[in-house]
DNA sequence: ATCTATTTGTACGTATGTATT
DNA sequence: AAATACATACGTACAAATAGA
């Protein structure tokens, strides 16, 4: 016998109950679950739920809006329209995550505590195991990284890319908690520097390093040498996190938007 | 100049805006850090959010529960009530992120992957830094683990009693990021083990090896051994591991509520 | 290209619930 | 106990978007 979406009736009275729309929403997400929806499946539309909740329309519309705001589902205008389930994007959960961590403070060295454990092992998973393409995708933005910076804007569209060199290897990872972990820290520290004192010169020391790392680490991937690939990568953090130190970074903070 | 809410002027036509409820919540949030707001503060009331965006009530309350599912803000009734900034509880960025992994499937592997590197650093950390009470807390956790199960479901208990051990040490970090990664995987694997097949007889084994562990990782944070303490939870990851793979977990999918 | 049917989105007035004073 | 100041819920009417004829 499968999950009926019904009116949870609520004959107990004044007491620390959820509110009508969160219950709404509540009961919706066991529907999904009981019924095995998938992502791209329909719920039953707004006329439908008003009757089988017997809830008025704004009612069920903030039910609707709390799954939305969630990212669990999609709505959409017109005939064919309505409600859909949908996957949550990796981006959104990026954006609840750092949420949380608006009131909390992450310094450097919080951040690459986790990095240099990590990281290694994700390159050290990867090694061996990348496409043509994946390689190819690296390789593409190793190449905004060819040149030496020759002024400040320069200099920080690398550090930006090298960034997009981690977020990158991250979606490669088979382990998608190890990938999205290290995914959201690369999207962190990026919003992190974006507003970074910046030497008063482009710093080369910086950009040599950062292409020698890519290059080796890449190199390491290609041959399959999963331990080399991790020692390269750990040479590297602990080369990126003392360079974050110095820099004093001025750290912004602000809410995500989706 | 500080940020003002004003309505969103939509001259533009007919093209994939966000919704107003959304840019409304949006607004709201870039008011909150614009102003520097804190938890506890308030927002302006109802009344005056519809005069200011001149929208509908309704419309402005589908944005607040926007921002009430994100975790944002909390809204009180009554005189002196209204709607107040809320700093996002850890349990609630949790459950928003296992509803990323909902769709995604992560492997006992994946998660002792992480587990493996993570959890002995944290340890590593605590070592020499925990109060009396700390300490005393996680003895009451022990208390539970005190005598040899005697059946299904005292062995079941055992099991959520060492989860909540090390979500407790999570607890303790000075790293958030570190302590919420840790706190995360093991509400997840409490979540997956709920309803785990279990052994038909209780398992001592696991007990003598759970309790071992507590006791001496115990013994090494006291006495301040870092190097101790990581190589005993290194140790237990292994063990655990092991042990979990054999039992096949029959993984349960759903919603965590708020 | 226009109309039509369908479904969500917005607006607003009213009534009720809830907590503080 | 009563008044007050809020949020919560309801129901209707109409606007906007979109697929298909």
């Known amino acids: 016998m499968s999950h009926v979406i019904t009116r949870p009736n609520n004959n107990t009275r004044n007491q620390n109950r959820a509110s ?38 704004g009612t069920i519309r903030e039910a609707m809006r709390i799954l939305e705001a969630q990212g669990l589902v999609k709505t959409r205008t017109g005939p064919g329209g ?84 981690h977020s990158k290897l991250a979606e490669y990872a088979k382990n998608h908690l190890l990938g999205f972990i290290i995914g959201f820290i690369a999207e962190t520290l990026s919003e992190m520097t974006t507003n970074r004192r910046l030497f008063d010169y482009p710093n080369l020391q910086l950009w040599r390093e950062g292409r020698e790392f890519q290059l080796n680490l890449l190199k390491a991937i290609k041959s399959g040498d999963s331990k080399k690939a991790s020692e390269i990568m750990t040479n590297h953090m602990s080369f990126a996190e003392k360079l974050m130190q110095q820099q004093e970074f001025k750290v912004e903070r602000r809410f995500s938007d989706f």
Do not use: W
């Open 20 to 57: 009508r729309p969160l219950q709404v929403a509540e009961a919706i997400k066991n529907f999904v679950v009981s019924e095995a929806l998938q992502p791209g499946d329909k719920l039953p539309n707004e006329a439908e739920l008003i009757k089988r909740f017997s809830m008025a329309k």
């Open 82 to 165: 309505g409600c859909f389930v949908h996957e949550v994007s990796e981006n959104r959960t990026r954006a609840l995550l750092s949420n949380y961590f608006y009131f909390k403070h992450l310094s450097i060295t919080d951040i690459y505590q986790i990095r240099k454990k990590l990281e290694p092992e994700l390159v050290s998973n990867l090694a061996g195991k990348l496409t043509r393409e994946d390689i190819a995708e690296l390789e593409t933005i190793m190449e905004e990284y060819k040149t030496p910076p020759q002024n400040k804007e320069e200099d920080r569209i690398h550090h930006e890319a090298s960034l997009r060199f």
